[in-house]
């Protein structure tokens, strides 16, 4: 028996209405309020720019709902996840996607939807930026042109690969040891890191994203995403994901 399977059939129980709550229609976002932000090993990311940096881009108002509330019922959720399983309190967000398989049964969707918001959302704000946008540069570009046809394309396919996203979900830029690149889509908070890959970046195609400024017109807000994306922040996370470090 793993570690993972001797956590307390007592927290599982504990965790029903917490995941039900986290797990909530994107639609909620309008009646939505701060949740509760419980004591744990799992805490917000610090952004490094304030709510209306992104402008015009990305409203104010959806970064502060986002941040605040959506991403915060996530970690809030893992936390009270923690308070009664001592394996997920001492393990990384990254490491249990990882092995989520290895979780009971009855806990994986717990993990599996705040845990990958978590893990998702921590990325998110890493790969935007004021000042941002334009052309990637560095290693990036060489691999975008070596693995997905140029950037042009790329950009083409990605915005594709976010529209065909039925509902909810993310599309990814995957990179593996060897530093190739893939594209990927998922639904809801699902993270490729529970296939064992390393996210280089990802957009959020949650409606809670881009509704308030953007309503249904996700191709719009799909299209002007490219003019926040911070390059040398995805560089750095390719150097880290080549050395082996990329954790999230």
């Known amino acids: 028996m793993t570690a993972f399977a001797a956590l307390s059939r007592r927290g599982a129980l504990r965790l029903g209405t917490a995941a039900l709550a986290a797990a909530a229609s994107p639609r ?3 009646q939505a309020t701060a949740p509760a932000a419980p004591a744990g090993p799992f805490s917000l ?3 490094a720019y304030e709510p209306n940096a992104l402008e015009p881009h990305i ?3 959806t970064m502060d709902i986002h941040y605040n509330r959506h991403h915060a019922a996530y970690v809030a ?3 009270n996840a923690a308070k009664d399983n001592g394996v997920i309190a001492k393990a990384s967000v990254g490491e249990l996607l990882a092995d989520l398989n290895q979780l009971p049964e009855n806990l994986r969707m717990v993990v599996r939807n705040n845990g990958g918001g978590h893990a998702n959302h921590t990325m998110f704000w890493e790969v935007m930026g004021p000042a941002a946008g334009g052309a990637p540069t560095g290693d990036v570009a060489a691999a975008i042109t070596r693995d997905l046809g140029g950037f042009d394309k ?3 396919d990605f915005e594709a690969a976010g ?3 039925f509902g909810s979900g993310w599309v990814f830029v995957t990179v593996d040891k060897d530093g190739k690149l893939a594209l990927l889509a998922k639904p809801n908070q699902d993270s490729p890191i529970m296939e064992k890959r390393m996210v ?4 959020d195609v949650w ?3 881009y509704y308030l400024k953007y309503q249904n017109r996700r191709a719009d807000y799909l299209k002007s995403w490219w003019n926040v994306v911070n390059w040398a922040k995805v560089n750095e996370r390719y150097a880290a994901a080549k050395a082996g470090k990329l954790a999230i």
């Open 200 to 203: 280089l970046l990802g957009n």
């Open 154 to 156: 790329f950009k083409a």
């Open 77 to 79: 959720a893992l936390n």
């Open 207 to 209: 409606e809670h994203a």
């Open 28 to 30: 909620a976002w309008a």
């Open 163 to 165: 529209l065909r996203v």
């Open 45 to 47: 990311p610090k952004r």
């Open 59 to 61: 409203d104010a108002a």
